[in-house]
């Protein structure tokens, strides 16, 4: 990682309101070049607070930017951080409607040239998307990181049209911690605690929305750039990790956005900025390469990113199993289209008949994280253990590497004695010594199998063929090593487990496996700039003698026959500020389930935060409980949020909600 300290431009920042039409205010950090031409802006958007949370990542890109010759925006979403007004839900109407007027305020200031870019990465990348699908004149082009252009199907919420239990969980349990954290008084004055109790009324768990939309409705279909593709007139730079969830977009935006207007790139990351160096790499200089894009659309310069192929991938080479790699062995290829002409898909017919696929319900707990973030517990580990509790059907690599390039897709002929189910695919790479790495993986719920937009039940005792694809990668299975399909019932806690499931009987004879094999060519050269970014901000990460608890631990009863959980998530831990701000926050997730009932499962985070400033006497406290379970008919949520300031309880209160299954 190189650190610049000098740039074409000498640079000035400043915090200020950007106002909305019903007067509302957004708190902003704006850093600026200092010349008098008139320069674009880059927007980046969302909740995450850019005075603390957010704001280490931000010194590292936004001062690089302006260094650059660009005013680099840094914007709070209402009801977050120091701007003003009430917390909505995610990407609701308002949000995206109050960041095409900041889009739209900031093409008016004169030291703008009234053009406009935004970025982000996850929540910035959602509301790059999808304020670029709103299309405001003055935006002309974005760069969205790990994000998704269909919020139902490529989100925290649901895969393959199942509850997505680990994410829909634990991410509705994050955000009602951080939507309670409050404004800060060294920005925003006494009025910090008025704006806090306000803000704190308006709180309402998102998991009673999302379980509330079990299939692909209209809630679903708003911000879902995916319903129209042609509503995006700005030039999109797509970016994604093997290792992120979201890769899938990328994908689907090359295919079906204006190849004029669009490139994707893909890399083996996991949810983060690709210049950031966490593993696994190798990381690239992705603020220089994001700078050819700005000089090309908001510069006019021709800077040669759009001669690049429309999609540059990654393929890993194959690599032994392990939950963390600081760096993956493959290359980078480059396609001109994509589909691309150089994939093809090939059929492996699955042998041996019909068989039984009831896995036990503890099946999943070495899926690792969803959401990796370059933690050291982050990945699969081996998968024998999963593959013991699958169906396993395998496929000799003999003289000649496979290669594959995009989605797998499985046909399974399936028959089910219950009307309820739930089908994962997971495809491995297992060596010769019988290690068995997770290359990806797909998920169907059996009820959605004509639809994610209905839920049907199987027609109990009668066979149909299901199809569905599994997540995109990049990857090269060589010779001596074997392809491995593993077909199991449950996924926990990744898949919440249907009521009644029973497992089903899968018939070798008409099911198949298609990977997308792509021709091994000599591609033209693709490379990138070593990583650098701008001088950091000085966060001191303090030296705690406390023993760390485990990221991922997996406690076993084996009387009971009950499977526990424990994930630390490593946000961000205690730091202190320059300016003297202390912020803690710890987290636990636990998840729980018994092997023979998939009642059991249940899902609990607890988190704390604080926020100190010992010069103000300033010192609050958040605490969340949420909590998840089910029965036969319902899922039940409970969550609990104690807020003090100092000593005193400023807001206590508790959500018991039970909603029905639907679908999920």
Known sequence: MQIRTEFPYETTHEDLYI????????????????????????????????SDWTAPRDWQRHPWYAGHGYASVRVDVRGHGNSEGMPGDEYDATELADGVAVVHWLAQQEWCSGRVG????????FNSLQIAALAPEPLKAIVTVCSADDRYDNDVHYMGGSVLAVD???????????????????????????????????????????????????????????EDYGAVKAHVLAVGGWHDPYRDTVLRLVENLDPAKVRGLIGPWSHQYPDRGLPPGPAIGFLQETLRWWDQHLKNKDTGVMNEPLLRSWISGSHPPATVYETLPGRWVGDADWPSEKVAPVAYALQGGPQ?????????????????????????????????????FEFPVEEAPIEILGRPRVRLRIRMDVPRGQAIARLCDVAPDGASTLVTRGVLNLAARHGR???????VGETEDVTFELNGIGHTFPPGHRIRLAVSSSYWPWIWPQAGSDGFTLDADGSLVELPVRRHTEDPAISFGEPEQAEPLGVVFPVTLDEERPERLVVRDVAKGQWRLEVDPRYGGTRVYPD?????????????????????AAARSDWKIRLHRPEMSWDVRIESRSETSADDDDFITSNEVVCRDGDEIVFHRTWEKRIPRTAG
Not at 453 to 459: F, V, Y
Request: proline share 9%; with cysteine; aromatic share 12%.
């Open 19 to 50: 106002p909305l039409s019903d007067g509302t205010q957004l708190y902003a950090r704006i850093w600026r070049p200092v010349t008098d031409e008139p320069v674009p802006a880059l927007l980046e958007y969302l909740p995450y607070r850019l």
């Open 580 to 600: 003297g701000l202390e912020f803690t926050e710890d987290a636990v997730e636990t998840y729980t389930i018994r092997e023979d009932d998939p009642l059991s």
């Open 356 to 392: 039984t696929v009831r896995s036990p319900q503890q099946t999943g707990l070495d899926a690792g994280r969803f959401f990796p973030f370059g933690n050291d517990a982050d990945l699969p580990p081996d998968q024998r253990g999963e593959d013991a509790r699958s169906v396993c």
């Open 453 to 459: 937009d209905r839920s049907e039940d199987w027609p």
């Open 168 to 226: 829909m969980h634990a991410w509705a349990a994050t955000m009602l911690a951080f939507v309670c954290r409050p404004p800060d008084p060294a920005d925003v004055g006494d009025d910090w605690r008025d704006m806090w109790l306000k803000r704190l009324e308006a709180v309402d768990p998102f998991i009673h929305t999302w379980l509330a939309h079990q299939t692909r409705d209209d809630y679903w279909k708003h911000g879902s750039v995916c």
């Open 118 to 125: 935004m970025f982000g990465i996850s929540w910035g990348g």
